[in-house]
């Protein structure tokens, strides 16, 4: 804990003194380092009296990633109907790999969706759903799905963190998404450019609008991996005693949301083959709190199940 607080506080003076030398010392305000990632550096400040969010890519093509960052949300920005909107870019500074971003007020979904109750979050999930919908009517594209390459990237057989039932768990997760794969091998399914980390955090909601935010660049994959990266964030680390269940996950607000989204539920095997890739993405990342981990591996033993409609 020390260690981080450290070294957020380093990277603040360091990005405090970069961004001063480039954009001027009166432009530059109030920088804090919020976030450090592997793909980015966040933080909060002000840039010429606006409030903004500061992002900074890796060195390693830092210009390149920094001009499709903005290239990416100045064309959602002025082509996303109103009520979707993100995030948009202000200003970049390529050498530094930095983009200053506007700042959004309002909640998060994961907050609203917590504190809500089952009609108003119902409500809160067509709403995301639209806003995905929104961004695929702008760009689409029918492509074959490379499904067993997906599968062999998720290999945990070296994963040392996990303990032997865990990785028998997810071994026979890893089995189905290859049944599966051998199904749906080169099916044309819809690729889209939206958010490649759809996830509760990542979006908000400000004066009856939908904001997405952390959009890094144009990057097209499936429609249905976006959903999917939805509704196993949304729910997979909640209890699912007494629920009817979609592959593991609450099944009116799965159908409701995938049908709202665009998704093709006709290709089930696709659909299925999904939600198992994301569940094993996101339970290999570690949630560190046991109970939620019970949780998420009691959807995945539902998901095996197929205490879901697949027929």
């Not at 995030?87 to 790999?97: A, E, F, K, Q, S």
């Not at 699912?240 to 290709?267: I, N, S, T, W, Y």
Request: glycine letters at 6%; a positive charge; charged letters at 30%.
């Amino acid at each position: 804990m020390i260690a981080t607080r450290l070294k957020k506080l380093a990277l603040t003076l360091k990005l405090r003194w970069q961004l001063c030398s480039r954009l001027g010392l009166f432009a530059v305000r109030g920088v804090r380092v919020r976030k450090i990632e592997d793909r980015s550096v966040v933080a909060t400040g002000a840039y010429k009296g606006q409030r903004v969010v500061y992002k900074q890519y890796p060195q390693e093509n830092a210009v390149g990633r920094a001009k499709r960052a903005c290239t990416e949300l100045q064309f959602l920005e002025k082509n996303l109907p109103a009520p979707y909107f993100v995030n948009g870019c202000i200003d970049t500074v390529p050498d530094l790999g930095v983009v200053i971003l506007k700042w959004v007020d309002g909640e998060t979904v994961r907050h609203l969706y917590n504190e809500a109750d089952a009609p108003e979050r119902e409500a809160i999930v067509l709403q995301v759903a639209g806003w995905l919908k929104a961004c695929a009517d702008l760009r689409k594209k029918e492509k074959p799905l490379k499904a067993a390459h997906l599968v062999a990237r998720l290999d945990v057989s070296d994963n040392e963190t996990l303990s032997g039932e865990e990785r028998s768990l997810l071994e026979a997760m890893l089995a189905e998404m290859e049944a599966l794969a051998e199904s749906i091998e080169a099916k044309p399914v819809i690729y889209t450019s939206g958010h490649d980390d759809m996830t509760l955090v990542n979006l908000k909601i400000w004066n009856g609008g939908l904001y997405a935010i952390d959009i890094n660049k144009e990057r097209w994959l499936p429609l249905m991996r976006m959903a999917a990266r939805f509704l196993v964030m949304k729910d997979f680390f909640t209890p699912p005693d007494g629920q009817e269940l979609f592959h593991g996950l609450p099944a009116k607000e799965a159908r409701m949301f995938l049908k709202a989204a665009g998704v093709a539920l006709r290709q089930k095997r696709v659909v299925r083959y999904f939600i198992a890739e994301q569940m094993v993405r996101v339970y290999v990342a570690r949630e560190t709190e046991a109970e939620k981990q019970e949780y998420a591996r009691n959807r995945m033993r539902a998901f095996l199940e197929k205490q879901s409609e697949t027929a």
